[in-house]
């Protein structure tokens, strides 16, 4: 039977090293191939042409470049533009880029499906299908960056020489914190210097509060966080976010404090989902003002977007904007997430449940409808029609 290679997309410099020395190479050739994939997105080993004919015949033996291929690209009339991957057994995750005038932001996902079960989010009230691997979490940037780059995108930062996703988010489907081993060895290839080179403040993780694995992060690569509240008491949290049952806010609060003693900013991105009658009165902007106060923050807003079927309503306008100016009058930076990728499924965050049932349904649909499914075939079929919406500053 022949052996089945590895994915070089699944190796730090750390790991890539004691591999290839496991295979008789020297270990500088690790930084060599880290740049080829990296920072020119190659997708072939045979065309690494600063490492010898031989060492390449014998690695393209033994190893591949794997990303998780691309199933549908959808682009929206603004620039933001969402990536669906397969990723085996039915499942599929998304990728979404967000254009601005002074960067490239990717939202990316973490896990296919999540075992967190909040309330307002069907991704979690259907459950985990399994944690992503490390080239399914970088193969997500390292296909838009290879995407947007063969497709001359022009930007300042591009023409500078930097790659086209400036930012990334860990933001779409799943619980980062809940896939932290995985996570942590993409995070690292995405400060390294041998790969993509970001700064740690342009780089966030969102979490829906997983206190231990909180710590854990700021111990092992504190990039930018974002911690999903939604509630400003337990007793409505609990209801949301069955997380809280095990961590309550005081522990969250802690772990936000301690999380900012070695953060890269000096403040937590708190997203606040505003469910109409649920969490979104003035009182509760009071409340959010106490919980908060001992902790350097700024709120994301994020006014409901329902989808068929969801247990909530959206808030008025007005009421979205009384709720900013609670928190302003406080001090607080308070940003309304706004929309964009109107005319595309663009989906970013703690609505990434709905976007995977969609997924999933689409993919069944688009395989009953074509038996001989190919790539080539779900990418004929650019959604036109439903929508979704993303934020255009998912995080400040
Ligand atoms: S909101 Fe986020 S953490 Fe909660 S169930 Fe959905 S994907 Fe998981």
């Known amino acids: 039977m022949p052996q089945s290679r590895v994915n070089l997309l699944d190796f730090d410099l750390a790991a890539l090293e004691a591999w290839l020395v496991g295979h008789g190479e020297k270990p500088f050739r690790a930084r060599q191939i880290l740049a080829w994939l990296h920072q020119r997105f190659c997708a072939d080993i045979g065309m690494m042409t600063d490492i010898s004919r031989v060492t390449r015949e014998k690695l393209s033996q033994i190893a ?12 929206a009339a603004d620039g933001t533009r969402k990536w669906l991957f397969d990723v085996g057994d039915d499942n599929a ?11 490239g932001t990717l939202c990316i996902s973490t896990q296919a499906g999540c075992m967190m079960d909040c309330a307002f989010c069907s991704t979690g009230q259907q459950g985990f299908n399994r944690n992503l691997t490390v080239a399914e979490i970088v193969g997500q940037l390292w296909q838009a960056n290879r995407i947007l780059l063969s497709e001359n995108l022009e930007t300042p930062w591009v023409v500078a020489g930097c790659a086209p996703v400036t930012n990334v988010v860990l933001m779409g489907m799943g619980e980062p914190l809940a896939n932290f081993k995985n996570v942590v060895v993409a995070l690292k290839l995405f400060l390294s210097d041998h790969a993509y080179g970001l700064s740690r403040r342009r780089v966030t993780l969102s979490t829906s509060g997983v206190v231990p694995m909180m710590d854990a992060l700021r111990d092992a690569c504190p990039v930018a966080l974002a911690v999903s509240l939604h509630a400003p008491d337990d007793e409505l949290r609990d209801q949301l976010m069955p997380i809280n049952r095990r961590h309550c806010l005081d522990e969250l609060m802690a772990a936000c404090r301690r999380y900012l003693e070695k953060a890269p900013r000096d403040f937590v991105t708190f997203e606040y989902l505003l469910l109409a009658g649920v969490n979104d009165s003035p009182a509760q902007a009071r409340a959010l003002i106490r919980l908060t106060r001992d902790v350097p923050c700024k709120f994301n807003l994020i006014p409901f977007n329902p989808f068929p079927g969801a247990p909530y309503a959206a808030p008025s306008r007005e009421r979205v904007r009384a709720f900013q100016q609670i928190l302003m009058d406080a001090g607080i930076v308070a940003t309304i997430r706004k929309t964009r990728g109107d005319d595309i499924d663009a989906a970013c965050g703690q609505l990434a449940g709905q976007v995977q049932n969609r997924v999933r349904y689409r993919l069944n649909q688009v395989a009953r409808r074509h038996e001989s499914f190919s790539q080539e075939a779900a990418l004929e079929q650019r959604a036109k029609t439903t929508r979704l919406h993303v934020a255009e500053k998912p995080f400040v």
């Open 64 to 75: 591949e470049i794997g990303p998780p291929p691309v199933i549908r690209d959808n682009q």
């Open 93 to 103: 995750i998304e990728a979404v880029y967000i254009p601005e005038d002074d960067r």
